[in-house]
Protein backbone atom coordinates (compact mmCIF):
# COMPACT_ATOMS: atom_id res chain seq x y z
CA UNK A 1 0.00 0.00 0.00
CA UNK A 2 1.42 3.01 -1.26
CA UNK A 3 0.87 6.45 0.63
CA UNK A 4 1.61 10.20 -0.35
CA UNK A 5 1.08 13.03 2.71
CA UNK A 6 0.58 16.70 0.62
CA UNK A 7 -1.27 19.96 1.24
CA UNK A 8 -1.00 22.94 -0.81
CA UNK A 9 0.84 25.62 0.94
CA UNK A 10 0.07 29.48 0.89
CA UNK A 11 3.67 30.03 -0.53
CA UNK A 12 6.87 28.44 -1.45
CA UNK A 13 8.87 29.27 1.31
CA UNK A 14 6.04 28.02 3.40
CA UNK A 15 7.34 24.58 5.05
CA UNK A 16 4.43 22.10 6.22
CA UNK A 17 5.50 20.80 9.78
CA UNK A 18 2.61 18.63 10.11
CA UNK A 19 3.60 16.97 7.00
CA UNK A 20 6.93 16.36 8.19
CA UNK A 21 5.51 15.07 11.03
CA UNK A 22 3.43 12.38 10.16
CA UNK A 23 5.84 10.98 7.50
CA UNK A 24 8.71 10.61 10.44
CA UNK A 25 5.62 8.98 12.29
CA UNK A 26 4.47 6.34 9.88
CA UNK A 27 7.94 5.83 7.22
CA UNK A 28 9.03 3.04 9.43
CA UNK A 29 5.97 1.06 9.38
CA UNK A 30 4.52 2.07 5.93
CA UNK A 31 5.41 2.92 2.57
CA UNK A 32 4.62 6.39 2.70
CA UNK A 33 6.10 10.03 1.24
CA UNK A 34 5.26 13.30 1.46
CA UNK A 35 5.35 16.11 -1.28
CA UNK A 36 4.21 20.00 -0.53
CA UNK A 37 2.44 22.04 -3.37
CA UNK A 38 1.42 25.54 -3.86
CA UNK A 39 -2.33 27.39 -4.14
CA UNK A 40 -0.41 28.88 -6.81
CA UNK A 41 -0.02 25.88 -8.82
CA UNK A 42 -1.91 24.73 -11.42
CA UNK A 43 -4.47 21.90 -9.97
CA UNK A 44 -4.27 19.99 -13.12
CA UNK A 45 -0.73 19.46 -13.11
CA UNK A 46 -0.87 18.69 -9.26
CA UNK A 47 -3.72 15.73 -10.22
CA UNK A 48 -1.69 14.45 -12.78
CA UNK A 49 1.60 14.15 -10.43
CA UNK A 50 -0.11 12.88 -7.53
CA UNK A 51 -1.88 9.92 -10.24
CA UNK A 52 1.63 8.97 -11.94
CA UNK A 53 2.77 8.08 -8.58
CA UNK A 54 0.24 5.27 -8.26
CA UNK A 55 -0.71 5.15 -4.38
CA UNK A 56 -3.61 3.93 -3.17
CA UNK A 57 -3.93 6.47 0.23
CA UNK A 58 -4.10 10.33 -0.02
CA UNK A 59 -3.63 12.30 3.41
CA UNK A 60 -3.79 16.25 2.85
CA UNK A 61 -3.71 18.95 5.81
CA UNK A 62 -6.39 21.22 5.28
CA UNK A 63 -6.22 24.93 6.17
CA UNK A 64 -8.62 28.16 5.71
CA UNK A 65 -5.74 28.91 2.98
CA UNK A 66 -6.33 25.90 0.70
CA UNK A 67 -10.05 24.35 1.61
CA UNK A 68 -11.59 25.16 -1.21
CA UNK A 69 -8.59 24.09 -3.76
CA UNK A 70 -8.60 20.75 -2.20
CA UNK A 71 -12.31 20.16 -2.15
CA UNK A 72 -11.30 20.72 -6.03
CA UNK A 73 -8.72 18.70 -6.05
CA UNK A 74 -10.15 15.40 -3.86
CA UNK A 75 -13.19 15.30 -7.16
CA UNK A 76 -10.77 15.76 -9.93
CA UNK A 77 -8.28 13.23 -8.29
CA UNK A 78 -11.30 10.81 -7.35
CA UNK A 79 -12.73 10.83 -11.29
CA UNK A 80 -9.14 9.69 -12.52
CA UNK A 81 -9.06 7.28 -9.48
CA UNK A 82 -12.49 6.10 -7.86
CA UNK A 83 -10.42 3.82 -5.33
CA UNK A 84 -8.05 6.12 -4.36
CA UNK A 85 -8.66 6.26 -0.23
CA UNK A 86 -8.48 10.23 0.35
CA UNK A 87 -7.83 11.21 4.37
CA UNK A 88 -8.24 14.91 5.38
CA UNK A 89 -6.71 16.25 8.55
CA UNK A 90 -5.84 19.68 9.90
CA UNK A 91 -7.36 22.49 11.44
CA UNK A 92 -9.90 23.48 8.48
CA UNK A 93 -11.35 19.73 9.11
CA UNK A 94 -11.31 19.14 12.65
CA UNK A 95 -14.31 20.49 13.65
CA UNK A 96 -17.32 20.33 11.77
CA UNK A 97 -17.03 17.05 10.30
CA UNK A 98 -20.20 16.29 9.05
CA UNK A 99 -19.71 19.19 6.58
CA UNK A 100 -16.19 17.97 5.05
CA UNK A 101 -17.73 14.34 5.05
CA UNK A 102 -21.40 14.86 3.35
CA UNK A 103 -19.64 17.77 1.32
CA UNK A 104 -16.45 16.57 -0.35
CA UNK A 105 -15.11 13.55 -2.25
CA UNK A 106 -12.93 11.55 0.63
CA UNK A 107 -13.50 8.78 2.73
CA UNK A 108 -11.97 9.43 6.42
CA UNK A 109 -11.33 12.69 8.59
CA UNK A 110 -9.25 12.78 11.54
CA UNK A 111 -10.24 15.38 14.17
CA UNK A 112 -7.12 16.37 16.12
CA UNK A 113 -3.99 15.64 16.46
CA UNK A 114 -2.66 13.23 14.05
CA UNK A 115 0.88 11.28 14.67
CA UNK A 116 -0.59 8.31 16.43
CA UNK A 117 -4.14 8.34 14.58
CA UNK A 118 -2.70 8.34 11.16
CA UNK A 119 -0.69 5.43 11.86
CA UNK A 120 -3.72 3.38 13.37
CA UNK A 121 -5.62 3.95 10.66
CA UNK A 122 -2.60 3.17 7.87
CA UNK A 123 -2.37 0.02 9.81
CA UNK A 124 -6.52 -0.80 9.42
CA UNK A 125 -6.59 -0.16 6.00
CA UNK A 126 -3.46 -1.94 5.60
CA UNK A 127 -4.50 -4.76 7.49
CA UNK A 128 -8.45 -4.64 6.02
CA UNK A 129 -9.61 -4.56 9.84
CA UNK A 130 -12.17 -2.55 11.20
CA UNK A 131 -11.48 1.14 11.88
CA UNK A 132 -12.70 2.10 15.95
CA UNK A 133 -9.92 5.25 16.19
CA UNK A 134 -10.78 8.36 18.37
CA UNK A 135 -11.60 11.40 16.01
CA UNK A 136 -11.57 9.37 12.69
CA UNK A 137 -14.63 9.17 11.24
CA UNK A 138 -16.03 8.17 7.57
CA UNK A 139 -19.56 8.89 6.45
CA UNK A 140 -20.78 6.12 7.64
CA UNK A 141 -19.22 6.17 11.23
CA UNK A 142 -18.82 9.42 12.50
CA UNK A 143 -16.75 10.15 15.80
CA UNK A 144 -17.47 14.09 17.12
CA UNK A 145 -14.58 13.59 19.17
CA UNK A 146 -11.12 14.67 19.20
CA UNK A 147 -8.09 12.54 19.04
CA UNK A 148 -5.91 11.62 22.30
CA UNK A 149 -3.35 13.90 22.34
CA UNK A 150 -0.56 12.75 21.20
CA UNK A 151 2.45 12.14 24.10
CA UNK A 152 5.47 14.81 23.05
CA UNK A 153 8.01 11.94 24.55
CA UNK A 154 6.70 10.04 21.76
CA UNK A 155 7.60 12.48 19.06
CA UNK A 156 11.02 13.19 20.89
CA UNK A 157 11.83 9.79 19.69
CA UNK A 158 11.03 10.11 16.05
CA UNK A 159 13.88 11.22 13.79
CA UNK A 160 13.32 14.87 13.70
CA UNK A 161 10.77 16.54 11.21
CA UNK A 162 13.46 19.49 11.20
CA UNK A 163 16.32 17.99 9.49
CA UNK A 164 15.05 15.75 6.99
CA UNK A 165 18.29 15.15 4.56
CA UNK A 166 15.59 16.48 1.49
CA UNK A 167 15.20 19.87 2.91
CA UNK A 168 18.77 20.39 3.63
CA UNK A 169 19.34 22.17 0.39
CA UNK A 170 17.17 25.16 0.35
CA UNK A 171 16.69 25.77 4.18
CA UNK A 172 18.03 29.50 3.56
CA UNK A 173 15.43 29.82 1.40
CA UNK A 174 12.23 28.79 3.50
CA UNK A 175 10.79 29.57 6.92
CA UNK A 176 11.04 26.88 9.41
CA UNK A 177 8.05 26.11 11.51
CA UNK A 178 9.61 24.59 15.38
CA UNK A 179 7.36 24.13 18.33
CA UNK A 180 8.71 24.03 22.01
CA UNK A 181 4.62 23.29 22.90
CA UNK A 182 1.43 22.57 22.22
CA UNK A 183 -1.98 24.03 23.26
CA UNK A 184 -2.71 27.19 24.45
CA UNK A 185 -3.14 28.26 27.72
CA UNK A 186 -6.26 31.25 26.67
CA UNK A 187 -9.31 30.71 25.14
CA UNK A 188 -10.17 33.66 22.86
CA UNK A 189 -13.31 32.78 21.23
CA UNK A 190 -12.51 33.72 17.66
CA UNK A 191 -9.68 31.40 17.66
CA UNK A 192 -9.18 27.07 16.88
CA UNK A 193 -7.04 26.88 19.71
CA UNK A 194 -9.40 27.66 22.10
CA UNK A 195 -10.98 24.82 21.34
CA UNK A 196 -7.74 22.93 22.27
CA UNK A 197 -7.40 21.41 26.04
CA UNK A 198 -4.34 21.63 27.79
CA UNK A 199 -0.76 22.95 27.48
CA UNK A 200 2.17 20.27 26.94
CA UNK A 201 6.00 20.27 26.73
CA UNK A 202 8.74 19.12 24.68
CA UNK A 203 11.65 18.67 27.28
CA UNK A 204 14.38 20.94 27.02
CA UNK A 205 16.90 18.93 26.47
CA UNK A 206 15.35 17.39 22.73
CA UNK A 207 14.94 21.46 22.28
CA UNK A 208 18.12 22.32 23.06
CA UNK A 209 19.58 19.24 20.39
CA UNK A 210 17.18 20.48 17.92
CA UNK A 211 17.94 24.17 18.12
CA UNK A 212 22.09 23.48 17.57
CA UNK A 213 21.50 21.46 14.68
CA UNK A 214 19.44 23.73 13.35
CA UNK A 215 21.91 26.49 13.96
CA UNK A 216 24.53 24.47 12.09
CA UNK A 217 22.51 24.82 8.97
CA UNK A 218 22.16 27.97 6.90
CA UNK A 219 17.97 28.61 7.86
CA UNK A 220 17.62 32.27 8.27
CA UNK A 221 14.04 32.37 9.70
CA UNK A 222 13.07 29.93 12.81
CA UNK A 223 9.26 30.42 13.43
CA UNK A 224 7.44 29.38 16.53
CA UNK A 225 4.30 27.78 16.13
CA UNK A 226 3.90 27.97 20.41
CA UNK A 227 0.40 30.00 20.99
CA UNK A 228 2.22 31.35 23.70
CA UNK A 229 5.84 31.31 23.78
CA UNK A 230 6.08 32.86 27.18
CA UNK A 231 3.32 30.90 29.03
CA UNK A 232 5.81 28.96 31.44
CA UNK A 233 8.66 31.78 31.76
CA UNK A 234 11.42 28.82 32.64
CA UNK A 235 10.59 26.73 29.54
CA UNK A 236 10.88 30.18 27.83
CA UNK A 237 13.85 31.65 29.75
CA UNK A 238 15.67 28.34 29.01
CA UNK A 239 15.13 28.59 25.74
CA UNK A 240 16.30 32.19 24.80
CA UNK A 241 18.94 31.63 27.03
CA UNK A 242 20.22 28.31 24.79
CA UNK A 243 19.80 30.56 21.39
CA UNK A 244 21.51 33.75 22.97
CA UNK A 245 24.85 31.31 23.21
CA UNK A 246 24.91 29.37 20.75
CA UNK A 247 23.15 31.58 17.86
CA UNK A 248 25.14 32.42 14.84
CA UNK A 249 24.79 35.89 12.19
CA UNK A 250 22.27 36.08 9.99
CA UNK A 251 19.30 34.11 11.99
CA UNK A 252 15.86 35.24 13.36
CA UNK A 253 13.90 33.82 15.45
CA UNK A 254 9.81 35.00 15.63
CA UNK A 255 8.00 34.38 18.62
CA UNK A 256 4.26 34.59 19.59
CA UNK A 257 4.05 35.83 23.32
CA UNK A 258 0.98 36.84 25.05
CA UNK A 259 2.54 40.85 26.34
CA UNK A 260 1.21 41.81 29.36
CA UNK A 261 1.75 38.09 31.13
CA UNK A 262 5.37 38.66 30.18
CA UNK A 263 7.37 37.94 33.29
CA UNK A 264 9.81 40.60 34.06
CA UNK A 265 12.65 37.99 34.41
CA UNK A 266 12.18 37.59 30.60
CA UNK A 267 12.54 41.34 29.90
CA UNK A 268 15.88 41.95 31.84
CA UNK A 269 16.88 38.95 30.37
CA UNK A 270 16.40 40.02 26.47
CA UNK A 271 17.23 43.60 27.45
CA UNK A 272 20.93 42.62 28.95
CA UNK A 273 21.58 39.74 26.49
CA UNK A 274 19.67 39.32 23.50
CA UNK A 275 21.75 40.15 20.32
CA UNK A 276 20.16 42.88 18.17
CA UNK A 277 17.88 41.83 15.01
CA UNK A 278 17.95 38.21 16.29
CA UNK A 279 14.24 38.32 17.86
CA UNK A 280 10.81 39.14 16.51
CA UNK A 281 8.12 39.03 18.91
CA UNK A 282 4.40 39.08 17.67
CA UNK A 283 1.66 40.32 20.09
CA UNK A 284 -1.78 39.48 19.03
CA UNK A 285 -3.51 42.89 20.98
CA UNK A 286 -6.09 42.56 18.60
CA UNK A 287 -8.27 45.35 20.88
CA UNK A 288 -7.93 47.61 23.44
CA UNK A 289 -11.63 47.90 24.34
CA UNK A 290 -12.25 46.16 27.74
CA UNK A 291 -15.99 45.04 26.95
CA UNK A 292 -14.90 43.83 23.64
CA UNK A 293 -11.63 41.72 25.23
CA UNK A 294 -14.46 40.36 28.15
CA UNK A 295 -16.88 39.12 25.48
CA UNK A 296 -14.45 37.67 23.26
CA UNK A 297 -12.02 36.06 26.49
CA UNK A 298 -9.36 37.86 25.54
CA UNK A 299 -8.26 39.18 28.84
CA UNK A 300 -5.20 41.68 28.70
CA UNK A 301 -4.28 44.47 30.75
CA UNK A 302 -3.10 46.90 28.22
CA UNK A 303 -1.54 49.29 30.77
CA UNK A 304 0.94 46.42 31.52
CA UNK A 305 1.05 45.27 27.87
CA UNK A 306 2.58 49.19 26.79
CA UNK A 307 4.81 48.94 30.00
CA UNK A 308 6.21 45.62 28.54
CA UNK A 309 6.53 47.42 25.23
CA UNK A 310 8.17 50.05 25.63
CA UNK A 311 10.75 48.18 28.49
CA UNK A 312 11.63 46.29 25.17
CA UNK A 313 12.08 48.74 22.73
CA UNK A 314 14.46 50.82 25.25
CA UNK A 315 17.65 49.63 22.64
CA UNK A 316 16.04 48.68 19.52
CA UNK A 317 16.95 45.06 20.04
CA UNK A 318 13.37 43.18 19.12
CA UNK A 319 11.18 43.74 15.77
CA UNK A 320 7.43 43.90 17.14
CA UNK A 321 4.82 42.56 14.94
CA UNK A 322 1.77 43.80 16.30
CA UNK A 323 -2.01 42.26 15.66
CA UNK A 324 -5.45 43.80 15.86
CA UNK A 325 -8.51 42.67 14.11
CA UNK A 326 -11.72 45.16 12.84
CA UNK A 327 -15.05 43.19 13.66
CA UNK A 328 -14.80 42.11 17.22
CA UNK A 329 -18.09 42.93 18.84
CA UNK A 330 -18.97 46.34 20.19
CA UNK A 331 -16.02 47.89 18.14
CA UNK A 332 -17.88 50.28 15.61
CA UNK A 333 -15.43 52.55 13.65
CA UNK A 334 -15.04 55.11 16.14
CA UNK A 335 -14.00 52.71 19.00
CA UNK A 336 -11.89 50.39 16.29
CA UNK A 337 -9.90 53.71 15.17
CA UNK A 338 -9.20 53.95 19.07
CA UNK A 339 -7.39 50.12 19.18
CA UNK A 340 -5.76 50.97 16.06
CA UNK A 341 -4.48 54.48 17.30
CA UNK A 342 -3.73 52.60 21.01
CA UNK A 343 -1.24 50.21 19.47
CA UNK A 344 0.04 52.02 16.64
CA UNK A 345 1.30 54.91 19.54
CA UNK A 346 4.01 51.91 19.46
CA UNK A 347 5.25 52.82 16.10
CA UNK A 348 6.22 49.04 15.53
CA UNK A 349 7.88 47.76 12.75
CA UNK A 350 4.25 46.08 11.49
CA UNK A 351 1.00 46.73 12.60
CA UNK A 352 -0.93 43.53 11.19
CA UNK A 353 -4.58 45.02 10.74
CA UNK A 354 -6.59 41.85 10.37
CA UNK A 355 -10.64 41.27 9.78
CA UNK A 356 -12.79 39.21 11.67
CA UNK A 357 -13.04 35.43 9.95
CA UNK A 358 -15.87 33.81 11.25
CA UNK A 359 -13.96 29.94 11.54
CA UNK A 360 -15.86 27.08 11.88
CA UNK A 361 -15.94 25.63 15.40
CA UNK A 362 -15.61 29.25 16.71
CA UNK A 363 -17.82 30.28 19.33
CA UNK A 364 -18.24 33.84 17.58
CA UNK A 365 -19.41 31.58 14.79
CA UNK A 366 -21.76 29.75 16.75
CA UNK A 367 -22.98 33.36 18.31
CA UNK A 368 -22.91 35.02 14.63
CA UNK A 369 -26.71 36.54 14.87
CA UNK A 370 -26.04 37.66 18.61
CA UNK A 371 -23.60 40.09 17.44
CA UNK A 372 -25.50 40.62 13.76
CA UNK A 373 -22.60 38.76 11.86
CA UNK A 374 -22.77 38.25 8.44
CA UNK A 375 -20.02 36.70 6.84
CA UNK A 376 -18.58 34.74 3.76
CA UNK A 377 -19.85 31.59 3.49
CA UNK A 378 -16.64 30.77 1.74
CA UNK A 379 -13.63 30.47 3.23
CA UNK A 380 -11.79 32.53 4.96
CA UNK A 381 -14.88 33.23 5.86
CA UNK A 382 -14.23 37.23 6.38
CA UNK A 383 -17.04 39.55 8.04
CA UNK A 384 -18.74 41.51 5.56
CA UNK A 385 -21.00 43.70 8.14
CA UNK A 386 -22.48 43.66 11.99
CA UNK A 387 -24.49 45.19 14.01
CA UNK A 388 -21.39 47.29 14.76
CA UNK A 389 -19.32 47.81 11.73
CA UNK A 390 -21.50 48.68 8.20
CA UNK A 391 -20.63 47.91 4.66
CA UNK A 392 -19.32 51.28 4.71
CA UNK A 393 -17.77 51.00 7.45
CA UNK A 394 -15.42 47.97 6.72
CA UNK A 395 -14.42 49.44 3.15
CA UNK A 396 -13.47 52.32 5.42
CA UNK A 397 -11.45 49.99 6.86
CA UNK A 398 -9.96 48.28 4.17
CA UNK A 399 -8.86 51.61 2.62
CA UNK A 400 -6.69 52.37 5.65
CA UNK A 401 -5.38 49.17 6.04
CA UNK A 402 -4.36 49.31 2.23
CA UNK A 403 -2.42 52.61 3.04
CA UNK A 404 -0.80 51.10 6.26
CA UNK A 405 0.27 48.04 4.05
CA UNK A 406 2.14 50.80 1.60
CA UNK A 407 3.39 53.25 3.42
CA UNK A 408 4.27 51.95 6.69
CA UNK A 409 4.48 47.89 6.83
CA UNK A 410 6.39 47.96 3.52
CA UNK A 411 9.37 49.92 5.58
CA UNK A 412 10.00 51.86 2.45
CA UNK A 413 9.99 55.31 3.75
CA UNK A 414 11.09 54.67 7.26
CA UNK A 415 12.02 58.47 7.80
CA UNK A 416 8.95 59.95 6.12
CA UNK A 417 6.77 58.21 8.36
CA UNK A 418 8.47 58.22 11.17
CA UNK A 419 8.46 62.20 11.04
CA UNK A 420 4.44 62.01 9.59
CA UNK A 421 3.04 59.57 12.25
CA UNK A 422 4.85 61.36 15.19
CA UNK A 423 2.44 64.74 14.15
CA UNK A 424 -0.62 62.19 12.97
CA UNK A 425 -3.79 63.64 15.30
CA UNK A 426 -4.91 60.13 14.59
CA UNK A 427 -2.84 57.47 13.03
CA UNK A 428 -6.06 55.72 11.43
CA UNK A 429 -7.78 58.48 10.21
CA UNK A 430 -4.61 59.69 8.78
CA UNK A 431 -4.07 56.30 6.88
CA UNK A 432 -8.04 56.73 6.01
CA UNK A 433 -7.55 60.34 4.87
CA UNK A 434 -4.33 59.45 2.38
CA UNK A 435 -6.55 56.67 1.14
CA UNK A 436 -9.72 58.77 0.11
CA UNK A 437 -6.88 61.23 -1.39
CA UNK A 438 -5.51 58.11 -3.56
CA UNK A 439 -9.30 57.35 -4.62
CA UNK A 440 -10.11 60.90 -5.35
CA UNK A 441 -6.77 61.05 -7.69
CA UNK A 442 -7.06 57.81 -9.31
CA UNK A 443 -3.66 56.82 -7.89
CA UNK A 444 -2.89 53.11 -8.87
CA UNK A 445 -3.16 50.55 -5.99
CA UNK A 446 -1.75 47.83 -7.37
CA UNK A 447 0.72 47.59 -10.35
CA UNK A 448 2.36 50.87 -9.44
CA UNK A 449 6.31 51.25 -9.28
CA UNK A 450 8.07 52.73 -6.01
CA UNK A 451 8.72 55.99 -7.82
CA UNK A 452 4.55 56.67 -7.98
CA UNK A 453 4.45 55.33 -4.31
CA UNK A 454 6.88 57.62 -3.40
CA UNK A 455 4.96 61.02 -5.47
CA UNK A 456 1.78 59.82 -4.35
CA UNK A 457 2.59 60.24 -0.83
CA UNK A 458 4.56 63.91 -1.37
CA UNK A 459 1.68 65.44 -3.19
CA UNK A 460 -0.72 64.78 -0.43
CA UNK A 461 1.91 66.08 1.78
CA UNK A 462 2.51 68.94 -0.32
CA UNK A 463 6.23 68.48 -0.62
CA UNK A 464 6.68 69.11 3.45
CA UNK A 465 8.51 66.23 3.54
CA UNK A 466 10.10 66.39 0.17
CA UNK A 467 13.93 65.97 1.88
CA UNK A 468 13.00 63.25 4.01
CA UNK A 469 11.44 61.21 0.74
CA UNK A 470 14.71 61.69 -1.26
CA UNK A 471 16.59 60.30 1.34
CA UNK A 472 14.31 57.27 1.71
CA UNK A 473 14.07 57.09 -1.80
CA UNK A 474 17.77 56.71 -2.44
CA UNK A 475 18.38 54.16 0.04
CA UNK A 476 15.21 52.40 -1.34
CA UNK A 477 17.90 50.91 -4.33
CA UNK A 478 21.08 49.17 -4.85
CA UNK A 479 20.93 50.69 -7.96
CA UNK A 480 21.09 54.64 -9.81
CA UNK A 481 17.53 55.17 -9.49
CA UNK A 482 15.46 57.79 -11.41
CA UNK A 483 14.54 60.46 -10.39
CA UNK A 484 10.43 61.29 -9.01
CA UNK A 485 11.08 64.74 -8.38
CA UNK A 486 12.73 67.97 -9.66
CA UNK A 487 16.16 67.71 -9.05
CA UNK A 488 16.92 70.25 -6.91
CA UNK A 489 20.59 70.89 -8.45
CA UNK A 490 20.89 71.60 -12.14
CA UNK A 491 24.07 70.27 -14.14
CA UNK A 492 26.51 73.31 -13.65
CA UNK A 493 25.96 73.64 -10.28
CA UNK A 494 25.84 70.05 -9.53
CA UNK A 495 29.41 69.90 -10.85
CA UNK A 496 30.85 72.71 -9.48
CA UNK A 497 29.48 70.84 -5.94
CA UNK A 498 30.47 67.79 -6.65
CA UNK A 499 33.99 69.44 -7.40
CA UNK A 500 34.24 71.00 -3.93
CA UNK A 501 33.32 67.91 -2.14
CA UNK A 502 36.04 66.21 -3.63
CA UNK A 503 38.33 68.85 -2.60
CA UNK A 504 37.25 69.12 0.96
CA UNK A 505 36.62 65.11 1.72
CA UNK A 506 38.99 64.00 -0.50
CA UNK A 507 36.14 61.63 -2.62
CA UNK A 508 36.81 59.26 -5.49
CA UNK A 509 36.20 61.88 -8.51
CA UNK A 510 34.79 58.71 -10.84
CA UNK A 511 32.59 57.20 -8.31
CA UNK A 512 30.89 60.60 -7.64
CA UNK A 513 30.62 61.61 -11.76
CA UNK A 514 29.79 58.23 -12.90
CA UNK A 515 27.74 56.52 -10.15
CA UNK A 516 26.26 59.09 -7.65
CA UNK A 517 23.26 60.75 -7.51
CA UNK A 518 23.71 64.45 -5.42
CA UNK A 519 20.86 66.52 -4.55
CA UNK A 520 20.34 69.86 -2.28
CA UNK A 521 18.37 69.44 1.28
CA UNK A 522 17.10 72.09 3.65
CA UNK A 523 20.30 71.70 5.57
CA UNK A 524 22.84 69.67 3.63
CA UNK A 525 23.47 68.15 0.40
CA UNK A 526 23.02 64.13 0.06
CA UNK A 527 25.55 62.05 -1.96
CA UNK A 528 23.91 58.57 -2.74
CA UNK A 529 26.28 56.68 -4.84
CA UNK A 530 25.22 52.84 -6.53
CA UNK A 531 28.43 51.21 -7.23
CA UNK A 532 28.58 47.31 -7.18
CA UNK A 533 25.12 46.66 -5.61
CA UNK A 534 26.18 48.84 -2.38
CA UNK A 535 24.72 51.80 -2.34
CA UNK A 536 26.53 54.35 0.23
CA UNK A 537 24.31 57.21 1.44
CA UNK A 538 26.48 60.32 3.27
CA UNK A 539 25.45 64.00 4.27
CA UNK A 540 27.53 66.75 3.99
CA UNK A 541 27.47 70.16 5.67
CA UNK A 542 26.89 72.79 2.61
CA UNK A 543 29.54 75.00 0.82
Known amino acids: MKILITTLNSKYIHKSLALRLLYVATKDYHDVDFKEYTIKEDLEKIVDDIISMEIQVLAISVYIWNVDLIKELCVKLKKRNKHLIIVLGGPEVSYEIDYFLDNFEIDYVISGEGEVAFKQLLDCLKNQQEIVIQGVSKKDKRDYRQTHPVDLQYLQTLDSPYLLTRDL ?6 VLYFETSRGCPYQCQYCLSSLEKGLRFFSLDYLKEQLDLLMATDVKIIKLLDRSFNAKTEHALAILEHIFKHYRPGIQFQFEINGDVLDQRIIDYINEYAPDGLLRFEIGIQSTYEPTNEIVKRYQNFERLSEVIKQLQTNDKIDFHLDLIAGLPLENLERFAKSFDDVFSFYP ?50 LAEDMLEKYWNSGKMKITMNKVMRKAASPFYFFLDLGNYYQLHHFKRIGYQNDELFKYLNEYLKGEYLDELIEDYLLLTKIKPKRWWKTTLNKEKSRIIMHKLIEKYNLNQEDLFRYSIIEELRDCYIVATYKNYQPVIKKYPKI
Open 169 to 174: ADMSKR
Open 349 to 398: KELQLGFLKLLRGTSLRKEAKKYGYVYDENPPYELLYSNDLSKEDIVKIH
